[in-house]
């Protein structure tokens, strides 16, 4: 483990090296860069060593203090050059359940229009939508819940961003029925800003792609917004 002076050190280079370096240069050739590069590689690899996806997202856990500081400093001086350390760690963030970190990744890889890593083949603005989305679901399917906040933040991240309509149906599914968990089944009155939030989106998701798996999920927001407006008629 590094030194409080041997991290503040890391950042501060990281902060100095990104801000000297701005788009279409890469970072490649910079000591700090190429130093978390080459970290990053051997941790890659200890991943492939491991099977399990559970396991993967622990591993990934654990290693993302030892990037932070480097991170740290990119957002600090950042000018958007091409980075292939800072977005693997947005999306080791995301697999680590560190959603606000992964977003706040999001925000300046977004921002500065940085790409993939060439392994994968959706856009950025993509990954992260459907990164969120799926995470969203899966809690959903599991009955652990998720925060709102997050699927409604990457909505607005990845908003003027292309992608495949199927992928952002995902995403307006999730909010959807994030929306509709909030809502009770005595349909007060407290609840109908959430059911028509909730219909908004799940409505968005069958229009993108009808079978997104929505239509159950609409058709019972709808009885209860009928059954809200019978009791307050």
């Known amino acids: 483990m590094a030194s409080l002076a041997q991290r503040t050190q890391l950042r501060k280079r990281a902060e100095a090296e990104s801000a000297r370096t701005a788009p279409p240069a890469l970072m490649d050739g910079l000591t700090t860069y190429e130093l978390m590069l080459a970290k990053l590689q051997q941790d890659q690899l200890r991943l492939k060593q491991v099977q399990s996806n559970r396991n993967k997202a622990l591993l990934k ?70 990164e969120i989305a799926e995470a969203a679901l899966r809690a959903l399917k599991a009955g652990t819940g998720f ?43 407290e609840d109908l800003g959430n059911l028509v939030n909730a219909k908004e989106y799940l409505t968005k998701a069958i229009s993108l792609y009808s079978a997104c798996g929505a239509k159950k999920d609409l058709e019972r927001v709808d009885r209860l917004l009928k059954k809200h407006a019978d009791t307050n008629g």
């Open 61 to 130: 856990a654990e290693l993302l203090p030892e990037y932070a500081d480097y991170v740290a400093g990119v957002l600090a001086g950042g000018k958007g050059a091409q980075d292939d350390v800072f977005v693997t760690v947005m999306l080791w963030r995301f697999d680590a359940g560190d959603f606000a970190g992964g977003l706040q990744a999001a925000a300046y890889v977004l921002q500065h229009d940085l790409k993939m890593p060439e392994r994968f083949n959706r856009t950025t603005g993509c990954v992260v939508a459907e």
């Open 147 to 189: 925060d709102l906040e997050v699927t409604l933040q990457a909505n607005e991240l990845t908003e003027s961003h292309d992608m495949p309509d199927g992928a952002r149906a995902k995403l307006m599914l999730a909010i959807g029925r994030l929306y509709a968990l909030k809502v009770k089944d005595d349909a007060s009155g």
